[in-house]
């Protein structure tokens, strides 16, 4: 269950930003950016995360945690790094004299995210999110130019490029077997990573069909023949019915084929 920031029962009369700071001088707290509603942060572009208004300590601590939580990224991952965003400027938090960054159970630091900072010492214990934003860079195809949507892809629509590989929730394609001959199921900028989610899904037989089924197993592989009892599309589990009337359900592969894994 997530906690809420517990806002602080000192009375809070309108106060500047150089004031706040002699205040929490005074009180002997370490004032860090939960005070963001009041700090300037600086112009930003409208793709990017704000930055961080954080203490440099404390956002280097989020940073080694965020980048700890990625010490052995995916293949084809050469370098990652981590953009601090910033916490909700409508928060008011006591000030603070340790203020200690987590993880939230069940998050993954991969793409846009959150770190947890918990205040655990100071008059008011607290509990807020600070939104982060991992980046895994490493080569895939990108789109040499513009390419509408439904168009065929050819070899030379696509260049390789160094790409945000944690930027979509798809994999980027770095093949380009893999994508030369697809359909886009939507238009591509220049400069766009290809996704596996920007193309069309493949129908790889019919209904009715007679399809190989192929079962592959630690160190073994069985082939036989069935009938498939729904198209083939692929991504998609898929039954057929073999020689012997026994219903199996595998992912298409290949045209005509069906693949098991025992």
């Keep these: 269950m997530e906690a809420f920031p517990i806002r602080s029962a000192w009375p809070r009369p309108p106060v500047t930003a150089a ?15 939960a005070l963001a509603g009041m700090l300037s942060i600086g112009d930003t572009r409208a793709d990017e995360p704000a930055r961080s208004s954080l203490e ?31 916490l909700d400027p409508r928060l008011h938090l006591a000030p603070c004299a340790k203020v200690e960054p987590y993880v939230p159970n069940g998050t993954r630091l991969w ?29 895939a195809l990108v789109a040499a130019d513009a390419i509408a949507s439904g168009s065929v892809l050819k070899t030379a629509d696509l260049v390789e490029a160094e ?8 994999p980027a394609i770095v093949d380009p077997e893999q994508a030369v001959g697809r359909t886009l199921a939507q238009a591509l900028k220049p400069g766009q990573s290809l996704r596996q989610g920007q193309l069309k899904l493949r129908q790889w037989f019919a209904a009715g069909e007679t399809v190989r089924v192929v079962a592959v197993g630690a160190g073994f592989t069985l082939e036989s023949e069935g009938q498939a009892l729904s198209n083939g599309i692929e991504g ?24 098991l894994a025992l």
């Design 111 to 139: 793409g846009k995210g959150r770190i947890g900072l918990r205040c655990t010492d100071g008059p008011s214990r607290w509990n807020v999110f600070l939104p982060i934003t991992v980046r895994a860079w490493g080569r």
């Design 56 to 86: 440099p300590e404390l956002e280097q601590q989020v940073r080694s945690l965020a980048l700890g939580a990625n010490a052995a990224p995916p293949p084809g991952v050469t370098r990652v790094e981590v953009v601090v965003g910033q």
């Design 236 to 259: 998609q589990p898929t039954r057929v019915r073999t020689e012997s009337g026994r219903v199996l359900t595998g992912h298409p592969v290949a045209e005509r084929r069906l693949e």
């Design 19 to 33: 004031l706040a700071i002699r205040i929490a001088r005074v009180a002997g707290f370490t004032l860090f950016a």
């Design 163 to 170: 790409v945000d590989l944690a930027a979509d929730m798809t």
